[in-house]
C-alpha cells in the first residue's frame, strides 16, 4: 500500500478530464500540432510590441534605462523558432495533398464546379509546397545558392540560381492562389447549404433536434473557415508582392493571430467526440 500511494499518488490526485483527452488527441495529428504552434505563435509575435511599449513608458518614468524590452526580444526568438519548426514540419504535407487529389478523382464532390475548384487546389499546393522547402532549406544554407543543371552532353551544365527570398515569394503566390480558390469553395458550399436547408424544411416540416444541429454545426463550420481565409488572404496577398502591401508587421501579426485562433478553433470542433 506504500507504493500504491507514493507511486500512485499523482495519478489519483488528477480526476479523469475529457478536456486533456481532446487535446492529446488533437495534438498527436500532425494537423493539430500545426494548428496548437501557430496559435502559440501569433500570441508571442502580439506581445512583442506591447511589452517593448511598456518598457518605453517605463524609461519616460525612469524606471528603466533602455525602451527595449528583454523578455520581447526573448518572445520574439521563440516565435521565430516556432515558425520555423512549423515549416520544417510541413516537409511531409504534400503526401496529404497527392493522397487527396487521388481521392478526389474517385470519390467526387457533389458539384462538377467544387470538384474543378478542388483540382485546382490540389494543383496549387503542388507548387506551394516545393518552392516553400527549397527556401526552407537555402534560408538555412543547406543548399548553395545555385545548383548544376544536368544535361547529357554537356560538358558545362547550366546553373539554377537559387535566391531564397523569390522562392518565398512564389511558395506564397501559390498558397495566394489555394486561398482565392478556397474562398470560392466556401461559396459554393454556402449555396449547397442553403439548399440542404429547404429541402429538409419542405411541406413546412419541422427539424427534429439532430437535423437542426447539424445544420448549425455546418454553418458555424462554414463560418469558422470563412474567418480563417479573412485572415489568410491579406498575408498571402502582401507576402506575394515585392514590396507588400503592410509597412507595419502588427497588421501581419494581427491577421496571422485571427487566422491561427480561427484555424485552431475549426480543428478543434471537427475534432471532438460526439
Keep these: 500500500r506504500v507504493t500504491d500511494v507514493a507511486l500512485g499518488s499523482f495519478g489519483v490526485a488528477i480526476?479523469?478530464?475529457?478536456?486533456?483527452?481532446?487535446?492529446?488527441?488533437?495534438?498527436?495529428?500532425?494537423?493539430?500540432?500545426?494548428?496548437?504552434?501557430?496559435?502559440?505563435?501569433?500570441?508571442?509575435?502580439?506581445?512583442?510590441?506591447?511589452?517593448?511599449?511598456?518598457?518605453?513608458?517605463?524609461?519616460?518614468?525612469?524606471?528603466?534605462?533602455?525602451?527595449?524590452?528583454?523578455?520581447?526580444?526573448?518572445?520574439?526568438?521563440?516565435?521565430?523558432?516556432?515558425?520555423?519548426?512549423?515549416?520544417?514540419?510541413?516537409?511531409?504535407?504534400?503526401?496529404?495533398?497527392?493522397?487527396?487529389?487521388m481521392s478526389l478523382e474517385r470519390n467526387p464532390p457533389p458539384t462538377k464546379r467544387l470538384q474543378n475548384i478542388e483540382r485546382l487546389q490540389g494543383w496549387s499546393m503542388l507548387g506551394y509546397y516545393p518552392f516553400e522547402h527549397l527556401y526552407y532549406l537555402r534560408a538555412h544554407d543547406i543548399i548553395p545558392a545555385t545548383l548544376p543543371l544536368l544535361a547529357l552532353g554537356v560538358p558545362k551544365p547550366a546553373t539554377l540560381n537559387l535566391h531564397a527570398g523569390k522562392l518565398a515569394m512564389w511558395s506564397t503566390r501559390f498558397w495566394a492562389a489555394y486561398v482565392v480558390l478556397q474562398i470560392a469553395h466556401l461559396w459554393e458550399d454556402r449555396g449547397l447549404l442553403i439548399q440542404k436547408e429547404r429541402?429538409?424544411?419542405?411541406?413546412?416540416?419541422?427539424?427534429?433536434?439532430?437535423?437542426?444541429?447539424?445544420?448549425?454545426?455546418?454553418?458555424?463550420?462554414?463560418?469558422?473557415?470563412?474567418?480563417?481565409?479573412?485572415?489568410?488572404?491579406?498575408?498571402?496577398?502582401?507576402?506575394?508582392?515585392?514590396?507588400?502591401?503592410?509597412?507595419?508587421?502588427?497588421?501581419?501579426t494581427a491577421f496571422g493571430f485571427l487566422a491561427a485562433v480561427a484555424s485552431f478553433r475549426g480543428a478543434w470542433n471537427a475534432t471532438a467526440l460526439p
Excluded at 480526476?15 to 488533437?26: A, D, G, I, K, Q
Excluded at 517593448?52 to 513608458?57: G, I
Excluded at 416540416?205 to 447539424?214: H, I, P, Y
Excluded at 458555424?220 to 506575394?240: F, Y
Design 15 to 101: 480526476p479523469p478530464s475529457e478536456t486533456v483527452n481532446h487535446l492529446v488527441r488533437f495534438l498527436s495529428t500532425w494537423s493539430g500540432s500545426d494548428k496548437f504552434f501557430g496559435v502559440v505563435q501569433y500570441t508571442l509575435k502580439l506581445l512583442v510590441p506591447f511589452l517593448h511599449f511598456r518598457a518605453r513608458l517605463q524609461q519616460r518614468v525612469g524606471l528603466s534605462k533602455t525602451g527595449v524590452s528583454p523578455s520581447a526580444l526573448s518572445l520574439a526568438k521563440l516565435a521565430d523558432l516556432v515558425g520555423d519548426a512549423k515549416m520544417l514540419m510541413r516537409f511531409w504535407g504534400l503526401l496529404p495533398i497527392v493522397q487527396w487529389m
Design 199 to 252: 429541402q429538409l424544411k419542405v411541406g413546412n416540416k419541422r427539424l427534429d433536434v439532430e437535423e437542426k444541429r447539424d445544420l448549425e454545426n455546418k454553418w458555424d463550420a462554414l463560418l469558422n473557415e470563412l474567418v480563417v481565409n479573412i485572415g489568410n488572404l491579406p498575408l498571402a496577398i502582401h507576402w506575394s508582392l515585392q514590396k507588400g502591401i503592410f509597412t507595419n508587421d502588427i497588421w501581419t
